[in-house]
Structures are given as structure tokens and as C-alpha cells.
């Protein structure tokens, strides 16, 4: 199922990327009234974030679990099923076609989001070809999109400089979720693909995923509010 916003908060999702679920629940408390849809990966699931996932969809946020499942078919199918239990709105895995198939079928008839992640936002050309790949960013992400289309997902994760290429290929209902978001003048920190959020939105993106311009921000709300800010004026 793919996700529908229709508010720029509900578009706006903020990495929980802390060491620990009391440090996220402040950063909560922080943006409380401005932010209402969460992502939390690996680093904090480790940490407690399961359970920090479940009290946040109890309280009417939304989350975005971001664990990027590969496996076999019936190891993540049955992944699915238990992530569907959750709650939560949307849930990452590898676009694999295979690894999409069986998600898409064990998610069927719940409102779970599932996106397949295309090339990770971190990755340049020179990082593709080290790890085997003949194709660059823009033609793997490509393909990859046609595949999770045709597999039935309900989104994908690319890099907002693909966001344009992805949303021809997908159509106007799937989601296009877009990490590397960096304001204008931020620093780029370890990613290499990164787009302002007034043009990641131009380019076709849903949601748009913002961790550290926000929660390492001297006044997270501050911060969380320009985004918003420049979200609007796009």
C-alpha cells in the first residue's frame, strides 16, 4: 500500500538516528506539535526502538521502519508478518525482485508501506563498482524502481537527485521516499547524493527524510521549522 500524505508534516520524516530510546523520546518531546512521523533504524531497534516504535504509533504518530530486510523468501516474509503487527506505516527492503515479491505478499490486505531501497544515498559510482556493479546510481536505481513497480511495492527509497527519473517510472501513486536531505548550506556529512528539500520535493519526492540538520541541531524545533518552512515555499 502506498502512503498518501496530504500535510507537509506527514511528509516530513524524522531520523531518530540517537544512541538510546530515552535520548529519542526527548528528541520527541523537542519537535512534539511539529514533526509526527518517525523513522528509526538500526541503530536504535538495537537499542530498545521496537518497543519505542509501538509507543509512538499508541501515541498517533506514524513510523518508518527503516531495517532494509534481505533473506530468503520465507524468512523475510515472515518478517513482514510480524512488522505488520507493529503498526507501523512503512517498512524498508533490498529491491530485489524475489525479496519484494514475497514482502508484497505477506503485507497484503494491511496498510503496512513497504519501499524498496534502490542505492543507498552513500554510494557513488566509484563505491557501485567496488561492490561489482557495471551500472551507474542513476541506471541501478532505475531498474530497480521498475522492479519494486512491477512487484507490487508500495514505494521506493532513491536519492532525490533519481526522484525525478523514479516518479516517471512508478506513476503518481507510489511513494518516493528521499533521504540525504540537507538545507541549504548544510553540511553533507557521509552522504555523497544529497538535494535541498525544496527541490527534492520539485523533483517528484513523497516523503523526505531528515536526521542529523534536525536532531543535532542546537534547537531541533528551530531547525525542524525551516525545513517546514522551505518545504511550503516549494
Known sequence: MAAAPDRLADRLIVGLDLPSVVEAERAVRDLDGLASFYKIGYRLVFAGGLEL?????????????????????????????????????????????????????????????LLGVTVLTSMDEADLREAGYADTPAALVARRARQARDAGMGGIVCSAAEASAVRVIVGPDMAVVTPGIRPAGAAHGDQKRVMTPADALAAGASHLVVARPIIAAPDRRAAAAAILAEMAAA
Open 53 to 113: 516504535a509501538r509507543d509512538l504509533v499508541a501515541d498517533g504518530k506514524r513510523v518508518f521502519l527503516d531495517m532494509k530486510l534481505l533473506d530468503i523468501d520465507n524468512t523475510v516474509a515472515e518478517g513482514v508478518e510480524s512488522v505488520v503487527r507493529t503498526g507501523v506505516s512503512m517498512l524498508t527492503l533490498h529491491a530485489y525482485p524475489k525479496t519484494m515479491r514475497a514482502a508484497v505478499a505477506a503485507a497484503r490486505g494491511s496498510d503496512l508501506t
